[in-house]
Each structure stands twice: as C-alpha cells, then as structure tokens.
C-alpha cells in the first residue's frame, strides 16, 4: 500500500485536493480531525496527558482546549511534550486504519509534516500567502487578516514544505483536478 501525504499551510486547499481525491474512491485520513478525536476519546492517551498536564485537562472527561491552550501557549517545551504524546497515538492509530484499506493508495492530510517518517511519498499544494489569506478569510469569518497572517509566520516556510515534496500542486489559479489526475494516474500504475 502506498501511503500519500498532502500537506501545505493555512488556506492552500489541502482539504480541497484531499475532497478530489476522495472523488476518485481514494481513502484520505485527516490527520488533524483524528488527532482530535483521539485526544477527546483514546483512554490512554487522555491519562498521558493529565500526567502532563493536570486533571484540569478535562473536564468530566471532555477536553479542556482553552485551558491546554493557555498552558501550552508560551511553553514551547511542554508543545513539545504534548506533541511528543499524541503524535505517536496518531501514527499508530493511522497504521491500523491503513490495514483496513485495499486502494493502490491512501491519502494522509495533515498540516504539519516535519519528516516523511509514515508516508511514502509528499504532496504539497501550495498558493500564494495573499491567496491564502483571501481564500481563509472567505471561509472562516471570525478570522481577521492579522490573525491569518500570524498563523502564516508561524507554520512551516515554502522552502521548508518544498524540499520535503516529492509533488507541488499549484493552487494559485483554479485548475486542480487535471494536476490531481495526472497525480493519481502515477499511483495507480505503480
Ligand atoms: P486549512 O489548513 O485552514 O484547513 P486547507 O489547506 O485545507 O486549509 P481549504 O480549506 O481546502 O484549505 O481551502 C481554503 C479555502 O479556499 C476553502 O474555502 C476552499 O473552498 C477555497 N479554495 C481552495 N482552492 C481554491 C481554488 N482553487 N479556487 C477557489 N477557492 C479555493
């Protein structure tokens, strides 16, 4: 099973890309909703992070995001730490999901992929941090251009998500499904 990362920042249409491969019957993991979804239910992962954390994490066993988020936020080590715990349970929790699947290949969508540890091969949409900003901002409107900008900074560089690629889609002008197309044809005759 060939297993295909998509990754870009805030608002380059990884969900969008990730949708067209859906269209052509291609499972896709959304890293990031599991993630969630494992830190709110994954019982041993709840208790890591109480460990870390304090019982305040949860409250009557719902996660307590502004509380974590307030911890966490100038605590670059404990990010670390928490991250250090629920990327593993994600991981893992991808592997068993990959098992159930029997495609020629599997998409994994996640906004931050720092090595290819888990994937076989990258693809990184990229569009234009104006276009980012613009297309975020029509999509989430209770988000201010400051607050994307600063989201922008803090993310990984174009650099940075290019020299991990093996595959750029261009999300700049509208014509994704032909790029997609020609990427899923590769796949499919491996
Ligand atoms: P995030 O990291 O914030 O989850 P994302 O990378 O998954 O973002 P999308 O949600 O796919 O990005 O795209 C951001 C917004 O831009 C969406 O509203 C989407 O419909 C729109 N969009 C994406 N690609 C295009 C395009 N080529 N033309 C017009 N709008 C687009």
Redesign the pocket.
Known sequence: MIKVGIT????????????IFEVLDIPVYHA?DEAKWLIANDKSLKIEIIKLLGEEAYINGEYNRSYVSLKVFNDSDLLQRLNSLVHPAVAMHFENWVKSKTTPYIIK?A?IVKSKSGIDHLIY?H?SSEK?VE??L???NFRTREAVLKIIESQQTEDDFRALADFVID??????IPQVLEIHKKFISF
């Open positions: 870009g920042g805030i608002g380059s249409g990884k969900s969008t890309v990730a949708r990031d969508e906004a949409v569009a980012r297309r975020t029509k999509r989430d999300n700049e002008s509208d014509l994704l």
